[in-house]
């Protein structure tokens, strides 16, 4: 199977991926997907639903294997439904890979060719996950404990990840930015990985008028 082409949005809890990431899923050519919001999706009463509750409302991450098995499970039902076309379109992942074990799990899966790294200082985030928390009522929200924790582990766990690629695909973006100022930003990096997409894809170009 080749490899999905992907496009990683990176950055701790609070840093504006979700929110961004939704926005490009609109655009043609771009599929976004959030692992956080497949486990949101789950029946809470399910097997799988508890064990989501489980470690996300201890601000943990949820066991890489499962984490990567109901993903990949997810991705070939977009492509199974005709909503997603790995040949000619981006995937999107937001929130994933989280750990160098997930990264290596998706080595032959994912070929990764751009990676959107959103900061922002850690007071500021954890401010925005407040807020998120009255807004959204979010397990992972609800104690200013769960969001420390949740930090802790992005530092130890997730942002090694980044190291694991070559730095020059890595596009690092301030998250403090204006919500639009943010998305002129990641279109300015996706706009050439796209077309380049495009040219090898073949997808026909249209005359400009
Ligand atoms: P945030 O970016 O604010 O942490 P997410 O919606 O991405 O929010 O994740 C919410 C929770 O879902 C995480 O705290 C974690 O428990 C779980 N989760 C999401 N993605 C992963 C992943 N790739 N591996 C393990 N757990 C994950």
């Known amino acids: 199977m080749d490899r999905y082409k992907t496009i990683l949005l990176f950055g701790a809890p609070g840093s504006g991926k979700g929110t961004q990431g939704k926005i490009i899923g609109t655009i043609p050519g771009f599929t976004h997907s959030s692992t956080g919001d497949i486990f949101r999706s789950l029946d809470l009463a399910s097997p799988v639903g508890r064990k989501f509750q489980e470690f996300a409302g201890r601000g943990q991450l949820v066991p890489d294997e499962f ?10 039902g977009l492509e199974y439904i005709n ?27 994912l ?6 790294y959103l ?12 807020r998120r928390a009255l807004k959204e009522n979010r397990i992972d929200d609800a104690s200013d404990e769960v969001i420390s924790r949740r930090m802790d582990v992005f530092e130890k766990e997730t942002r090694p990840v980044l190291d694991q690629y070559p730095p020059e695909i890595v596009h690092r973006i301030d998250a403090t930015m204006s919500q ?8 300015d990096v996706l706009v050439p990985l796209k077309e380049t997409l495009d040219g090898e894809s073949g997808v026909e170009k249209l005359r400009p008028l």
Do not use: C
Request: hydrophobic share 40%.
């Open 83 to 109: 909503q997603f076309h790995p040949e000619t379109e981006f995937l999107v992942l937001d929130g994933l890979p989280r750990s160098l074990t997930q990264q290596k799990l998706l080595d032959d899966v």
């Open 111 to 116: 070929d990764v060719r751009g990676i959107i």
């Open 119 to 130: 900061r922002a200082t850690k007071q500021k985030m954890i401010e925005r996950l407040r």
């Open 67 to 76: 984490t990567i098995d109901l993903w990949k499970q997810y991705v070939k």
């Open 180 to 187: 639009i100022r943010i998305l002129n930003q990641i279109i």
